[in-house]
């Protein structure tokens, strides 16, 4: 094996460990739901909504495939977990499966539409699929199943026979939450540092050149949205369990919009962006609803606005400053060499 190809393996394995910043991460979250059990509600909200934008930046972090649709897989989750509750299947496990599977068909199937024209393309084709699923389960035809514009009441039963969520078990309801996004995130994270996940990367920055590489870069983009269609089906029926209702409203084109400002906030390409940005988004959200509930969208789109624009510019301070000093050491290291 030659020496570069020896720092690569080394690179790489580093990357594969935990550090000892993301092992504290995760335990601060499970001691957050203990010591403040009151909030146990909005923790629920913001772990299925951070597994949501976890969804979108495994297509659009690491494939740069752009999407305003990903409210359909969302909702069909949702519903799916709903619907099999209501038939009489209210294991929430289950339920989590099931709209994975659902999620991830409708991700397999409409995927192909992804691989031609430009991300306007893209952007159109994904919110058109979104629009039309939420009008299907809004037909005269499936109102007994779906209960139509009035939504559909969840009754999810005990996770695996024991544990109660929903209202009567909200500490339980976050802990459910929490365990789920932590499983996928460490299937998410896997992926990331497979070949398959640096593939998608080479995909990200030069689509042609990875072709031209021998990348498959179809079936890589078809596997990676099929993936995040399942993980966004998860994250719907999640909801659903939790809140104990499916609505209409799982597909409008605001929660499209919304997991994106998430993730913008938070930053796409290394997957705790959407977390955090998941409970900034969601934290601003509830502080300014309930000191101006009148104007509350108003100011929180100000302070989003303000926000990115900062953090764009602070971003573009970072890059010239790595190009007026790392790089030239880095250079002058290559050359003494």
Known sequence: MSPAAQRIGVHLHRRAQWGYGEIGFWIALVALIFLVPSRASLITEILANALFALSLDLILGLAGVVSLGHAAFFGLGAYAAGVLASLGYADPTLGLLVGALLAGLLGLVTAPLLLRGSDL??????LGVSLMLGQVFNLDQLRS???GSDGLEVAAGPVLGLFKIGFTGQRNAALYALVTLFVLFVFARRLRQSPFGLSLTAVRE????????GIA????????????????????ALLAQTTGI?????????RSADVMLMLIIGGAGYLYGGIVGAAVFIVLKDVIAGATPQYWEFWIGLLLVVLVLSGRERMGALVERVKRT????LAKQGGAA
């Open 145 to 147: 199943l779906t209960g």
């Open 121 to 126: 393309t893209r952007l159109m084709v994904t």
């Open 206 to 213: 030069n689509r042609l050149r990875a072709g031209a590489l």
């Open 326 to 329: 790392v790089l030239p050491n």
């Open 217 to 236: 870069t179809h079936r890589r983009i078809i596997g990676v949205y099929t993936i995040a269609a399942a993980y966004a089906g998860v994250a719907g």
């Open 246 to 254: 499916a609505s209409l409203d799982l597909f409008d084109f605001h």
